[in-house]
């Protein structure tokens, strides 16, 4: 199947700074990647639809100016936490669709101390 | 709105037992339905794809049913492993291309 790689895996950052997070698919072009954020025994919430070469979609009642998402070329989309709080920690998860079937990276542990 | 449950929510059986994962979604217009497989702290590993206009799909040993009219489907796994041990979760795609997700289920097969 196809691949999608997510950079880094896990990262702490101090209450105030940015964090960005790099979803890469390895062996395709995808023109429409998907942010999710999942708490802790949790599926997975939608945060955002990132498409190349344009603005995000963002779902309701997530902060556009909090997500920072960035989709500058088919195989790279990134996700900038802005003035990251302890609340804001989580697990980050990408997704990019190819043919018929989503393939998801590796996810990301963002803690915020 | 679409709503997808899974059941049961946790499960533990004895190695080598069958098991029957169950998915349920309120809206049937749906493109596909896609099982997953997530171990604890990592990504998620897709299993299975089902189209809408499908009945079912297999892989070894996991056979993924959908009846899309009764808005259910189901993993069904044979002959479990320790290694099977993980959460499933179902997704189904919407025609908006978005993927509501399940509950999902964690399983742990034991020795």
């Known amino acids: 199947g196809a691949v999608v790689s997510q950079h880094p895996s896990r990262v702490i950052c101090k209450s105030g700074t940015s964090v960005k997070i790099e979803c890469r698919s390895l062996d395709f072009q995808a023109t429409t990647m998907f942010w999710y954020r999942q708490f802790p025994k949790q599926s997975l919430m939608l945060m955002a639809t990132?498409?190349?070469?344009?603005?995000?979609?963002?779902e309701q009642g997530v902060e556009k100016d909090k997500f920072l998402i960035n989709h500058a070329s088919l195989t790279l989309s990134t996700l900038t936490v802005t003035s990251a709080h302890p609340e804001d920690s989580s697990f980050y998860i990408c997704?990019?669709?190819?043919?018929?079937?989503?393939?998801f990276g590796q996810g990301t542990r963002l803690t915020v101390v | 709105k679409q709503e997808v449950t899974q059941i049961p929510a946790a499960l533990s059986v004895p190695e080598g037992e069958n098991l029957v994962l169950n998915c349920s979604f309120t809206d049937s217009a749906i493109y596909n339905l896609q099982w997953f497989r997530q171990d604890p702290g990592k990504g998620l590993t897709s299993l299975l794809l089902?189209?809408?206009?499908?009945r079912e799909q297999t892989s070894g040993r996991l056979n993924a049913s959908l009846d899309k009219s009764s808005g259910r489907s189901t993993l069904y796994i044979a002959a479990s492993q320790p290694g099977d041990s993980a959460t499933y979760l179902c997704?189904?795609?919407?025609?908006?291309?978005?993927?509501?997700f399940g509950t999902g289920t964690r399983l742990q097969v034991f020795p």
């Open positions: 997704s990019a669709r190819y043919s018929l079937e989503a393939f």
């Open positions: 990132s498409n190349e070469g344009s603005k995000a979609t963002y």
């Open positions: 997704a189904v795609r919407r025609p908006t291309d978005k993927l509501i």
């Open positions: 089902i189209q809408s206009s499908q």
